[in-house]
C-alpha cells in the first residue's frame, strides 16, 4: 500500500513539475522556466527563465550527447538590452566570449587557447563586423599579430611578430589588400623592403642582410630571356637552346 502512494506521489509531483514549465502568459508569451530539447534524440538543448515573453538571468546550451555538457552560457542581466555569452569545449574549458546585441557581436571578443584560461585573440566589433584592432597572441601572451579593421574590412596597419617581440612583417592593408610600404623580416639578419599597389607587388623591391643591399629588383618588369648559342651547332643560331626542332 505504502509503495503504491508512493509512486502515485512521485508521478502528481512530476505533472506538476511538468505543468510549471514551458508555459505562456494571458498574452501568449514565454514566462516562466522554458526547456527545449533536440528534435531527434529529444535530449535537453536549452534551459532559461522568461518574464512575459523577456529573457532573464542565464540561459544554458547543451551539446546533443548522454553526457548533456553545457557548450554555451547566455547571461541577460544588464539592463542595456545587450546579452554576455561564453562558448565551452567539451571539457567545460571556455573558447571564446563577449558581448552580444540583437544577436550580433558587439565590442570586445576574447577567444582562448586550447584548453587553457590563456587569451589567444582578441578582437572588437560593431553590430557584427570586425571593428578596430585585431590581436593574436602566442601561448606566452605576447603579441604575435595585429590587424586593423573598419566595418569588416581590413584597413590599416598589420603587423606580424615573433615571440621575442621582432616585426616579422610590417605592412598597411587597404579594402582587404596591401597597399603601400611594406617591410619582411626572416629574424636571421635578412629584410625585404618594397611596395603594393592594390595588392599587387609595385616599383623596385630591395633585399638586405645584416643591414647591407644585396640586391634590387622591380617585379613587374618583363625578364629577358638569356639564349645561349653553341657556335659548333648551325641551327642552335636560329633558335633557343632546347627549343623543340621541327
Not at 546579452?83 to 565551452?88: D, G, M
Not at 581590413?154 to 616579422?168: C, I, L, P, R, T
Not at 619582411?184 to 592594390?198: P, S
Amino acid at each position: 500500500m505504502k509503495s503504491i502512494l508512493f509512486t502515485l506521489l512521485a508521478f502528481l509531483s512530476l505533472q506538476t513539475f511538468a505543468q510549471e514549465i514551458n508555459k505562456m502568459d494571458d498574452k501568449g508569451q514565454r514566462h516562466g522556466l522554458w526547456k527545449g530539447t533536440y528534435e531527434a534524440s529529444k535530449r535537453p538543448r536549452y534551459e532559461g527563465t522568461f518574464d512575459h515573453g523577456k529573457e532573464t538571468g542565464t540561459f544554458k546550451f547543451f551539446d546533443d550527447t548522454k553526457e548533456v555538457k553545457v557548450i554555451a552560457t547566455r547571461d541577460f542581466s544588464a539592463k542595456d538590452g545587450s546579452t554576455y555569452t561564453t562558448f565551452f569545449d567539451q571539457k567545460g574549458n571556455k573558447v571564446s566570449e563577449g558581448k552580444e546585441v540583437n544577436k550580433l557581436y558587439e565590442g570586445e571578443w576574447k577567444y582562448f587557447h586550447f584548453e587553457s584560461k590563456e587569451i589567444m585573440a582578441t578582437e572588437n566589433y560593431a553590430k557584427g563586423k570586425l571593428h578596430g584592432i585585431k590581436k593574436v597572441f602566442y601561448k606566452n601572451g605576447k603579441i604575435a599579430e595585429e590587424t586593423t579593421y573598419v566595418n569588416g574590412v581590413k584597413n590599416g596597419v598589420y603587423k606580424k611578430y615573433s615571440e621575442k617581440g621582432d616585426v616579422f612583417e610590417d605592412a598597411i592593408y587597404k579594402n582587404d589588400q596591401f597597399e603601400g610600404p611594406v617591410v619582411y623580416n626572416d629574424g636571421a639578419g635578412k629584410t625585404i623592403k618594397g611596395q603594393f599597389k592594390d595588392g599587387k607587388k609595385s616599383g623596385i623591391w630591395k633585399y638586405y642582410t645584416n643591414g647591407k643591399l644585396t640586391k634590387e629588383e622591380n617585379p613587374n618588369k618583363a625578364k629577358k630571356e638569356k639564349f645561349k648559342i653553341d657556335s659548333k651547332d648551325k641551327d642552335a643560331r636560329k633558335q633557343p637552346k632546347n627549343q623543340p626542332r621541327g
